[in-house]
């Protein structure tokens, strides 16, 4: 189980946490000591399960770390909530033995009431922003970004960030999404109709945030949707998006043409009070754009989309989301929930990439956008998909256009549709691309994409490959401290200290495994040189040499040499090339020193 | 071992040739047979070994599929050629055990006289293109390329393309690299000091360019280095690069210091007779630019660099390389041997990029590759390394401006240094970018990179991520025919023809069984929806319900409904609307069609 391999982990780092302005703000970082005597610190979101000093029980659930924060806002009240009905874990009340694995499988953590805003209160961290409030959540976050708390703040009250935080899911470590932060990855999870069980879901959430998940979107359709988001939510330090759309569908049988704006509603309502942080609403796909799909290569390829595009259809009537909208944000803040603006038509395929169904529902998108931010209810859009490289630019630069600056939220996009098994890479380096050029964050895509459901390695392959094309962009846009990571591992490796690089890796486990592959003996570790060139062929070793005897930053004979031989531009021998020489000679002799030096 | 393999897959496609004007010009390509009828021609680097008719002996070699257009040329002579001495093989004639497990070695195949061009002939593809002529290899470039003949000469002949292809070398199957063309990846290969065989090097060989390699750099160290290149030159359908200054360290015992010029001539005749096609050529490490790396982060981390930098420190002398250079390309011109003028200064972090030691060689480099075109011989100019994205588009177009539009050849770049064991994808980022910009070949990065030596699965790894990052370049480079595979793989996805998406994989073995790990059963392949999604959520799905009702590429009921619909801009109900309901509802019903269907 994750929680056991989290703790016997601990060789090289350990968990610290930065306090805030008062003893329960502790934000959480992954400290790592180097042998040269320096630590790094490193942003962390595997949550109280790495850290040792902290009893974890994913049947009690995490401690409420925000609860204080929220009730002593003072504009919420707890109330009775929604029953819970067979039908929200999709058992009809006449199937005895499906009933009865449900009560089996009922999250026996305490129980809470739910909680909302007092009445006619948004109670978003949108709201508060814009009052000019710095909430404890904000500070939280301040802190884990190194920047100062007025810049969280004001980027939420301009609406280029988001802080997903529903007042029922007190458990989580608040993180913020926007263009002005470290760019964020969301992991995917949840069972679907064909494979799964609850426990496989709770574990893949944990061991994704484990590997640098910021957010996991729980996708789960089927049976014991609602009480796998129970057991999910509970034990989640980060938080927790849906697909509302996918469990109302359940809740009539499959049949999209029975949907309806109340059973919607009333699934919003039951996710709200679990604590579901962000929603993806795919309200969107208007009527009139599903015929612009027809002569599409690839359709409509997001389920969200088909599912409302086939409901216009078989009513010929306006998407219910778009014309219950302004409801819909009158109920979201009053959790807080944020709006994670789907794309519907998004294209399915590199050929129908940035076509006229796409922008046409972009420039609906940003009209939401408007009216939700008049509602104070945080809003994110969601972007594509497909989209061939020399058409990535556009997306980010239309959408931050026509959506004021809210954070973009991308799948890949993948830049192109040749290599199912390897969908992570196609798509990683447009996430990187697109992260590059202001996406906030990124929805990662595992190896399984288009073929199969992802299994631990594939959740775990898709979080580092993402995690990768995150940290990319941030270099490139030069977030302050993304660089550093970079250098200190650099300086691990010119320095032939491989303990530092393994624990300073995104995944030490690889990095170590792949190293004792070729040099398996322990003293390999501090041999000064690679298994790849040998000790004979080791250019980190000559350069070593050469700064030995020429200055440089690891001191040596003479730093004097540096600015001298700079000047040298004729290659003949002059008497001074011949000083030099008898120079290098004596300082080193041998171009390769003993191993043990 | 591979061939075997090769042979036993042909399941879906099967090999076949594009012939020229001439009966011995045929060029191969896989024809991958789709369930609808329709063939797609893909272009194919796997050589003779999955042509189920003909057959192969890794002990006797290939055919000599050039011969008779080199001899044919008259341009050339055999001659006896250098004798190989047991050094070559890194052997001491005083160490009898390690020359008896040379002579067991030494390859079994046909002996051949080393063929060189007549005194003061160049003959060299540029020498050719710029007299007009289009060799019987130009020919073959282009139908593999699909493009006219004229093209690929005039851009030989204007050196923004290369063909490389030894005199010496009549086993392969031309190819070009040059941005006008399909950007190319190379795989390396190589025995090192520390492990592997020959056998095992001939094996990646030829499994490397199964999966798509277009050109195989051995840089192998240590012992039977020459019997080693033997075996691969004589296996092998594509192009091979070495290093020659690896195998010249062998022979003075890794001393850099004791390299001369001599040495180092004699190893590139050696390796030229025997049929290398391209050669790394350290030339541009100039002693007045080693001390401009003594400050960087990680130094010199080019191998060849940092040799040829010691040498330099060592005598306080000016490169050899670039002193003998004139007489280096008179000896390459004899035998067609293309320059790949490396770059011995190219950064090792991402802190290292672009600076002024990088910058400073690259401007040697332009003044080199403007002298091997004095002396007609072929030149590509190798770049980074580790550069993070936002500092990627200055390095090739710096290297366009500076090396005449000489093709680029890099190394990556690694964009990010924090993710050793993922390599692949940190670099396969970077490399797709600079593809895109106008970078001709890739050269490959495994996941192994910096930790240990590559396997065989590390090798299909990289080999795989770089086509990814090759062909998502020239998609956005809309090269003619990218486009085609893309919507080839899309239209199998929608119409659900699973077999034909795995067939027209890049890596068909690995999308099948990741597919079959969710849904086994072989009826699940012809099964109208995904696994992720199970047959109620499929999008897809819904997609043809709506094209079926509402026109669209596959039919239906009514094209007519598509512009009908486009022009509905109100949300109303109106009696048009009841109608379209009624006629959805009359032509599926259901929203989601039986599974047969």
Redesign the interface.
């Known amino acids: 189980m994750t929680m056991q391999d989290a703790r016997t982990r601990e060789i090289g780092w350990h968990k610290s946490y930065l306090t805030g302005s008062r003893p329960d703000l502790r934000v959480p970082v992954r400290q790592v000591h180097l042998t040269s005597g320096q630590d790094v610190t490193l942003y962390d979101t595997s949550g109280p399960y790495t850290d040792p000093s902290l009893e974890t029980d994913v049947r009690r659930g995490l401690a409420p770390v925000r609860e204080d924060w929220i009730t002593g806002r003072g504009d919420t009240e707890e109330y009775p909530g929604r029953p819970v009905r067979p039908e929200d874990d999709g058992l009809k009340s006449a199937s005895p033995g499906a009933g009865l694995r449900n009560l089996d499988a009922v999250f026996p953590g305490r129980p809470r009431l739910p909680r909302r805003g007092l009445p006619g209160q948004p109670v978003t961290q949108l709201a508060y922003a814009r009052r000019g409030e710095i909430t404890a959540e904000m500070e939280y976050v301040a802190l884990r970004e190194d920047v100062p708390p007025e810049v969280v703040r004001d980027e939420i009250a301009a609406g280029r960030a988001v802080l997903p935080a529903n007042v029922n899911h007190p458990e989580i470590e608040p993180m913020i999404i926007g263009k002005r932060f470290l760019v964020k990855v969301n992991a995917n999870i949840g069972n679907?109709?064909?494979?799964s069980s609850i426990e496989e879901e709770v574990d893949k959430m944990t061991w994704a945030t484990r590997w640098g998940a910021d957010t996991v979107m729980d996708l789960s359709?089927?049976r014991n949707i609602h009480t796998t988001r129970e057991w999910v939510l509970r034990n989640s330090p980060v938080p927790i998006g849906t697909v509302p759309l996918?469990q109302a569908?359940e809740k009539v049988d499959?049949?999209?043409?029975q949907l309806s704006w109340e059973v919607y509603k009333d699934t919003v309502i039951e996710q709200a009070e679990q604590g579901v942080d962000y929603m993806t609403v795919h309200a969107g796909v208007?009527?009139?754009y599903?015929?612009?799909?027809?002569?599409r290569?690839?359709?409509?390829?997001?389920?969200g989309?088909?599912?409302m595009?086939?409901w216009c259809?078989?009513?010929?009537?306006?998407n219910f989301l778009?014309?219950n909208f302004e409801e819909l944000c009158d109920i979201l803040a009053a959790y807080d929930v944020t709006y994670s603006l789907g794309d519907g038509l998004r294209p399915?395929?590199?050929?129908d990439a940035n076509d006229e169904a796409q922008f046409a529902e972009l420039r609906t998108l940003g009209e939401l956008n408007t009216i939700a931010k008049r509602h104070h209810v945080q809003t994110m859009i969601e972007g594509p998909g497909h989209v061939?490289?020399?058409k990535i630019k556009e997306n980010i630069d239309l959408q931050q256009e026509i959506c004021e600056e809210a954070p973009f939220y991308t799948l890949g996009p993948l830049?192109?549709?040749?290599?199912?098994?390897?969908d992570h890479?196609?798509s990683?380096?447009g996430a990187?691309?697109i992260a590059?050029w202001g996406t906030a964050m990124l929805c990662y895509v595992t190896?399984?994409?288009?073929?199969?459901?992802p299994?631990r390695d594939d959740v775990k392959t898709g979080v580092?490959?993402y995690?990768?094309?995150a940290?990319?962009?941030d270099?490139?846009?030069?977030h302050p401290g993304a660089?550093a990571?970079?250098?200190a591992?650099?300086?691990a490796?010119?320095e032939f200290r491989w303990e530092d690089?393994?624990n300073?890796?995104?995944?030490p486990d690889?990095?170590r495994s792949?190293?004792d592959?070729?040099?398996p003996a322990e003293p390999a570790k501090t041999a000064h040189f690679?298994?790849?060139?040998?000790?004979?062929?080791?250019?980190?070793k000559?350069?070593?040499?050469?700064?030995r005897?020429?200055?440089?930053?690891d001191g040596g004979t003479g730093g004097d040499?540096?600015?001298e031989?700079?000047?040298?531009?004729e290659?003949d021998?002059a008497a001074?090339?011949?000083?030099?020489?008898r120079e290098?000679?004596a300082a080193g002799n041998?171009?390769?020193l003993p191993l043990a030096d």
Chains 1, 2 share one sequence.
């Open positions: 679907s109709a064909v494979t359709t089927g996918y569908l499959g049949r999209a043409e208007l009527l009139r599903v015929p612009l799909t027809a002569r290569k690839t359709g409509i390829v997001s389920r989309g088909s599912i595009a086939a259809l078989a009513h010929h009537r306006e778009y014309e399915g395929s590199v050929a061939p490289m020399h830049t192109t549709d040749i290599a199912p098994g390897y890479i196609t990683g380096i990187a691309m590059w190896p399984k994409e288009h073929l199969g459901l299994d580092i490959t995690k990768i094309a940290h990319a962009a270099l490139a846009k030069g660089q990571w970079d250098d591992l650099s300086d490796r010119f690089q393994f300073l890796a995104l995944d690889t990095a792949f190293h592959e070729t040099l690679c298994s790849m060139c040998g000790p004979k062929f080791c250019s980190m000559i350069s070593h040499d050469i700064r005897t020429h200055g440089g930053a040499a540096d600015g031989a700079a000047g040298v531009t290659p021998i001074g090339m011949a000083q030099k020489s290098f000679a041998r171009v390769y």
